[in-house]
């Protein structure tokens, strides 16, 4: 059966391929595996339908015949499980792969949130001149070891895999920030991943999703 993945209706990034659901489409993208699109509005995220497939109300769910899941690192460990060609077949290469995922979003993503909520949701209050600072400085930690670890490699640990493709999406959070200027080696990494054929297909797709929502408003 071909998945269902759920999506934005219309996205707060505003096609910017920022939305979760994006990891998921890119690595279906990346295996050539077909896939339908629920989209929901936000009242509709939290009505006892969606939430049946995400307690927590958000997005992307998948559905994959009878198993439905939900956060996208989930969804995406699953999807590379069962298809060859985002996990290497080394039992050792694809540990470190899955390991990857798991940093992308346990140790690099929670200060880039962090520092991007801020600058859109605080500038306004008397304490942002303050803070900004001490986020910025959680951030660039994480940047400087991960530049470390990548040197002049071209992906994370060997081939391109899921790991790549879950620290790319949480580091373009950063493309309006301004810090990735300081990053040529990290800035690089990112060009190449979005230079991938199955990238681009997943972007387009999404940013329709959103031009289509402008359209008709």
């Not at 387009?204 to 289509?212: H, L, N, P, Y």
Request: glycine share 6%; net charge negative.
């Amino acid at each position: 059966m071909t998945p269902i993945i759920t999506a934005f209706e219309n996205s707060p990034d505003r096609g910017r391929g920022l939305a979760r659901d994006m990891r998921v489409r890119w690595a279906l993208e990346e295996l050539g595996l077909a896939y339908d699109v629920r989209l929901v509005s936000f009242a509709q995220m939290k009505a006892p339908e969606h939430l049946a497939r995400n307690p927590f109300g958000q997005i992307p769910t998948c559905e994959d015949g009878a198993l439905t899941l939900f956060e996208s690192g989930g969804i995406i460990l699953h999807i590379a499980q069962h298809h060859a060609g985002l996990l290497p077949e080394d039992a050792d290469a694809r540990a470190r792969a899955v390991t990857w995922m798991f940093a992308a979003v346990a140790t690099v993503e929670p200060p880039i949130v962090d520092l991007t909520m801020a600058m859109l949701f605080e500038r306004d209050k008397s304490w942002f001149a303050e803070r900004l600072p001490v986020l910025q400085a959680a951030v660039r930690t994480r940047l400087d070891q991960l530049a470390a670890h990548l040197g002049d490699a071209t992906w994370l640990d060997g081939a391109f895999s899921a790991g790549d493709l879950m620290m790319v999406h949480v580091l373009q959070r950063l493309g309006s920030s301004g810090v990735l200027a300081d990053y040529p080696t990290i800035a690089a990494y990112l060009a190449r991943a979005e230079a991938r054929p199955a990238y681009a297909r997943a972007f387009a797709a999404q940013k329709a999703v959103f031009e289509a929502s402008q359209a008709g408003a």
